[in-house]
């Protein structure tokens, strides 16, 4: 399989070498193009790609391709690539707020078109990507898909209207949590611990509760109240966490992110 990239910056990058890692695709099966002469340098010095500047010619080599630009880059790069693309190929995109509708308004015509959300784990293979094909893409296209994003971590279908809940939820949150876990090493380095040793036990410990929950199935709110004794020390910390407006503060940011995300 022939991939490409159009934009190989932070997650078209990490895509990359998940790929590459895995044994999805070989290196010379593999395109990418940026503007930055310099970042190109680095990818085909870390990975062995190839690259270009020129965006035409990854539309023309690639099977499957990836427009990993920024949201407001997509109606030029389609603009310039409309002609090169194909009805036989797969086109990936990673943008919130430009739905299939747009997608083949823009495009002129009608394509195979997976809307995709990664997330910033898949640096770490454990990804969380939502997909959301258009009628063109067939079943076994779409289990191709999914089986070369595996590489980089879990993928679950989902229908359009979702695609922005999945942006404030998936894609967004991975900085919530960690504005969290820094908050929560902060206090323990006033306390008196090293600042190591914080962003290890908070890290941890955010790691954990989340594979409690996926591995258990349990309600979050019941794996919660495991944890809080009577009159215990936990307990306190989340009458503490009430009446600051944690729960209210996190559903204003992701309701927000939702928005934004469906104005874009």
């Known amino acids: 399989m022939k991939i490409g990239f159009i934009g190989c910056g932070n997650m078209g990058g990490t895509m990359m070498q998940a790929m590459l890692d895995a044994g999805k695709c070989a290196p010379e099966n593999i395109m990418a193009s940026a503007r930055s002469e310099e970042r190109l340098r680095l990818r085909k010095e870390q990975m062995g790609v190839q690259v270009t500047t020129d965006n035409r010619r990854v539309a023309a080599f690639a099977e499957t391709l990836f427009l990993a630009v ?9 603009e310039e690539i409309r002609e090169q693309v194909t009805a036989d190929q797969l086109i990936v995109t990673i943008a919130p707020g430009k739905t299939l509708d747009w997608l083949a308004g823009t495009f002129g015509r ?10 910033a784990p898949a640096m770490v293979r454990a990804g969380m990507m939502a997909l959301c094909p258009n009628a063109r893409v067939s079943e076994e296209e779409l289990a191709g898909f999914r089986e070369l994003c595996s590489s980089f ?5 989902v229908e359009e209207h979702l695609m922005d809940v999945v942006t404030a939820v998936a894609g967004s949150s991975p900085a919530y949590v960690f504005m969290f876990i820094e908050a929560m090493a902060d206090a323990a380095v006033a306390a008196g611990m090293s600042r190591a040793a914080s962003y290890k036990f908070a890290s941890q410990a955010v790691l954990g509760s989340a594979k409690m929950v996926l591995d258990t199935g349990k309600h979050p709110g019941e794996l919660k109240d495991m944890i809080c004794s009577p009159g215990g020390t936990t307990i306190e910390a989340v009458r503490v966490l009430e009446e600051k407006g944690m729960r209210s503060a996190v559903f204003e940011a992701v309701k927000a992110c939702v928005d934004k995300s469906r104005g874009m």
Do not use: D, F, H, W
Request: glycine share 4%.
């Open 153 to 157: 971590g879990s993928t679950e279908v």
């Open 110 to 119: 009608e394509l195979k078109i997976i809307r995709a959300m990664p997330n």
């Open 70 to 78: 920024k949201p407001q880059c997509y109606e030029k790069v389609i």
